[in-house]
């Protein structure tokens, strides 16, 4: 992915101030070092590299950042903002484009984090807890993904690793009031 043949008129200045403020990071101090994706641990696998991910915020390339599957392969671990001489928090810009991506139904046909996601926040305001039995039948179903890894059911089943019944946490109603807040107050941040 090559940004050099872009024009000044492409800028869409709009966007990065948007995601500048719903972050809390402003990816148009960007000196384009490269020094973040000489770190990143996804660099190798995704779409975008980090600095690709920034240039094209900075350039206002909606779609193309929002359908990118760097979003949602990015794992926060920060070394980029460690290297960045300009401290660009790129995870935080991570998670903004992350929500935005999801909100305009924008999400990387390739990836099925957000499926993983919704499943496991379900899991837990249901039952206050992990159930990685249920999790993984769920997600299977969701996905489709049904044989994907089963032939390490017997051995997770034979080490204790997964309960076949889950166990509850008291405080059911209190949790899923606490998650409609969480949701109501999501776009509310910063």
């Known amino acids: 992915m090559s940004t ?13 101030r948007s995601v500048a403020a ?22 190798g696998r ?17 779609d193309e950042v929002l359908r990118s599957r760097m979003l949602w ?8 903002v460690t290297r960045c001489p300009q401290s660009v928090n790129i995870p935080a810009l991570v998670d903004a484009l992350r929500q935005l991506s999801r ?20 899991t837990v305001c249901r039952l206050g807890r992990m159930y990685e039995a249920g999790l993984m039948a769920s997600f299977k179903v969701r996905t489709g993904r049904f044989f994907e890894d089963l032939d390490k059911l017997p051995m997770m089943l034979r ?11 008291r405080g059911g109603g209190a949790r899923k009031r ?3 807040r969480a949701k109501a107050a999501g776009g509310k941040r910063r």
């Open 4 to 16: 050099q043949g872009r024009t000044a008129e492409s800028q869409d200045a709009g966007f990065a």
């Open 178 to 180: 606490l998650f409609r």
């Open 73 to 80: 392969e990015c794992t926060s671990c920060q070394t980029c």
């Open 103 to 122: 909100a305009e139904r924008k999400t990387a046909a390739t990836t099925v984090v957000p499926v993983f996601n919704d499943v496991f926040l379900g």
């Open 46 to 62: 995704v779409d975008l590299r980090p600095h690709e991910l920034v240039r094209l915020v900075q350039l206002g390339e909606r």
């Open 22 to 43: 719903a972050s809390g990071a402003d990816p148009l101090v960007c000196l384009q070092c490269r020094k973040c994706t000489c770190g990143c641990p996804v660099a």
């Open 159 to 169: 080490k204790g690793k997964l309960a076949l019944l889950p166990k509850l946490v």
